[in-house]
């Protein structure tokens, strides 16, 4: 099903950028990381929680999918 690969292979680039996103989030100083934090949608909290949604929901995905490998 090529929708699918194309849906998956941008799903598996996406949650590369958002742990990229985390990374350089945890390098900030507070008072920049605060203003980041106060910026963001009520809904995420920080790249962190971010990255942890958007790994757990693609991690399911390829369970439920059977993929075994994305390389």
């Known amino acids: ?4 690969d194309d849906f998956l292979y941008d799903f598996h680039r996406f949650a590369n950028e958002t742990h990229n996103l985390k990374d350089k989030y945890e390098k900030l100083p507070p008072d920049v990381k605060q ?3 106060d910026a963001a949608p009520e809904s995420i909290k920080s790249p962190n929680e971010l990255y942890h949604s958007v790994f757990t929901w693609l991690e399911r995905i390829d369970k439920e999918m059977n993929v075994t490998d994305r390389d």
């Not at 099903?1 to 699918?4: D, G, K, N, P, S």
């Open 35 to 37: 203003k980041i934090i």
């Open 1 to 4: 099903m090529v929708e699918l």
